[in-house]
T-cell receptor
C-alpha cells in the first residue's frame, strides 16, 4: 500500500531564517507531487506541483521554492522566512498520467510552521 | 480553469441534527467531484467522490450527488455526531494535474 510522510510536524522559526520541509511517498512510482498551504481560517492554496524529477510548476509568486531530487521526494524550501509564511503545509500525491489519474489526492499529515 | 464555491462557515449544530454543505463548481467539461475532510490538527482525507453525472458518493453516513444540471455536489448527513466536527472541502478535477478546492467549511457539532 502507498504511504506519504512529511516532516517536521511542527516548526517554529525566526523571521529571516531558512526553511526545509520534506515529503516522501512509498509504494508507488512516478507520482504527481504537490505542496499546499493552509493559512489560519482559510482554504487550501496550491503552491507547487511536480509531474517528474526536476520538474516543478509554481502556482503563486513567493519566497518559497520546491525541489524534487528523487522520484518520490519533494522538498519545500525558503532562504529567508517571512511572517506571512506561517501556516499549515500539506504535501500530497496523485497517480501519474491521464489514464490513471482520477484526481484523487492523498495527503500527508501536515507541517505546522510558525514564523516569529 | 475549474473553480469551486462552497458554503461559508462556520456551521454549528447539535448532535443528531441534519447537515447540508452546499458546493457548486465551474468547469469546461464534466469534472470528477470530491469531498475531503480535515479533522483538527490532521491532513486531509477523502470522504467521498463521484466521477460522473447522477453518481452518488457515500461514506460514514455522508452522501453527495453529482448534479450536472445545477453543477452542484452538496454534502449531506442525516444525523451528525460530535466526531463529525471537522473542516470539509469540496473539490473538482478536470483533465489536468490539479485539484481545485473550495474554501472549506468548518463544522462544529455540540453534544
Amino acid at each position: 500500500s502507498q504511504t506519504i510522510h512529511q516532516w517536521p510536524a511542527t516548526l517554529v522559526q525566526p523571521v529571516g531564517s531558512p526553511l526545509s520541509l520534506e515529503c516522501t511517498v512509498e509504494g508507488t512510482s512516478n507520482p504527481n507531487l504537490y505542496w499546499y498551504r493552509q493559512a489560519a481560517g482559510r482554504g487550501l492554496q496550491l503552491l507547487f506541483y511536480s509531474v517528474g524529477i526536476g520538474q516543478i510548476s509554481s502556482e503563486v509568486p513567493q519566497n518559497l521554492s520546491a525541489s524534487r531530487p528523487q522520484d518520490r521526494q519533494f522538498i519545500l524550501s525558503s532562504k529567508k522566512l517571512l511572517l506571512s509564511d506561517s501556516g499549515f503545509y500539506l504535501c500530497a500525491w496523485s497517480r501519474f498520467g491521464r489514464a490513471t489519474n482520477t484526481g484523487e489526492l492523498f495527503f500527508g499529515e501536515g507541517s505546522r510552521l510558525t514564523v516569529l | 480553469g475549474d473553480s469551486v464555491t462552497q458554503m461559508e462557515g462556520p456551521v454549528t449544530l447539535s448532535e443528531e441534527a441534519f447537515l447540508t454543505i452546499n458546493c457548486t463548481y465551474t468547469a469546461t467539461g464534466y469534472p470528477s467531484l470530491f469531498w475531503y475532510v480535515q479533522y483538527p490538527g490532521e491532513g486531509l482525507q477523502l470522504l467521498l467522490k463521484a466521477t460522473k453525472a447522477d453518481d452518488k458518493g457515500s461514506n460514514k453516513g455522508f452522501e453527495a450527488t453529482y448534479r450536472k444540471e445545477t453543477t452542484s455536489f452538496h454534502l449531506e448527513k442525516g444525523s451528525v455526531q460530535v466526531s463529525d466536527s471537522a473542516v470539509y472541502f469540496c473539490a473538482a478535477f478536470s483533465n489536468d494535474y490539479k485539484l481545485s478546492f473550495g474554501a472549506g467549511t468548518t463544522v462544529t457539532v455540540r453534544a
